[in-house]
């Protein structure tokens, strides 16, 4: 199993072999995530681990894994051919759920790793076509992987400022915002929900993202109430 130490090379190997490789995608690597806008038929991918314990995603022919885990929860936007079948499982000890996503031209998707009912694991797609670009701001996308989260927001921490607004589950809503430091507060039938996430200096012309995702009882990661985690939107190299 390849350690966080050989992520990168588990994330180039993963693009390259596993999932398909997108000749257009190597160009778009070159530049910054999103800054003249995808080609009509680049597609990119990425995992989130929304459940607070170590998972491993397992591409199908299972050549390559990558770990993510609290410190690294999610991978870059993995180029993928567009409209193609990329299958796989998620595993966490003894619990897998299997993968299989097609992913739109000029599209990216997250797919995002939580835990059922039954204490298993499932996953949610969530998708995006971005349609502008403004080097002049951040852009930051706030997602909802919490159902019990009604209404959901997402706030400057701190301070009556709404970033994104009545979000519902499994969707998401995109801002571009001055380039400062922030930090930022999730809430839910506009109550204040978990704890806050700093998310540090944002940087001009960079895209970022949250996601809102549900509490967890125990782990490393326990929370009485929804948890927010960043990943930033970059290209996988």
């Known amino acids: 199993m390849k350690s966080i130490a050989t992520h990168g090379a588990a994330l180039a190997l993963a693009a390259l072999v596993l999932y398909g490789y997108a000749p257009h995608a190597a160009q778009a690597a070159e530049t910054q995530l999103y800054e003249t806008g995808p080609s009509d038929d ?24 990558i770990v993510l885990d609290n410190a690294k929860p999610a991978t870059d ?13 998620v595993e966490q000890a003894a619990a897998r759920a299997a993968v299989s996503v097609r992913v739109d031209a000029g599209a990216f998707a997250t797919v995002v790793v939580l835990a059922d009912a039954a204490g298993g694991l499932k996953t949610v797609t969530i998708a995006e076509k ?19 989260c009604t209404q959901a927001s997402l706030m400057a921490a701190g301070r009556n400022v709404a970033i994104a607004q009545d ?16 930090a930022v507060q999730g809430a839910c039938g506009g109550q204040a929900a978990g704890a806050p996430l700093d998310l540090g200096q944002l940087q001009a012309g960079k895209r970022y993202s949250v996601l809102l995702v549900p509490g967890n009882a125990s782990g490393a990661a326990a929370s009485a109430g929804p948890r927010l985690i960043r990943a930033d939107d970059t290209l996988a190299r």
């Open 167 to 182: 979000v519902a589950a499994g969707s998401l809503k995109r801002r571009d915002i001055n380039a400062v430091a922030l």
């Open 130 to 148: 971005p349609d502008d670009f403004n080097g002049l701001k951040a852009s930051l996308a706030f997602y909802n992987l919490d159902p019990s």
């Open 42 to 65: 680049a597609s990119f991918l990425r995992f989130v681990n929304g459940t607070g314990a170590p998972v491993t995603v397992i591409p199908e022919n299972r050549q390559a894994r």
């Open 77 to 89: 936007f993995l180029p993928v051919k567009a409209r193609t079948a990329i299958a796989g499982t």
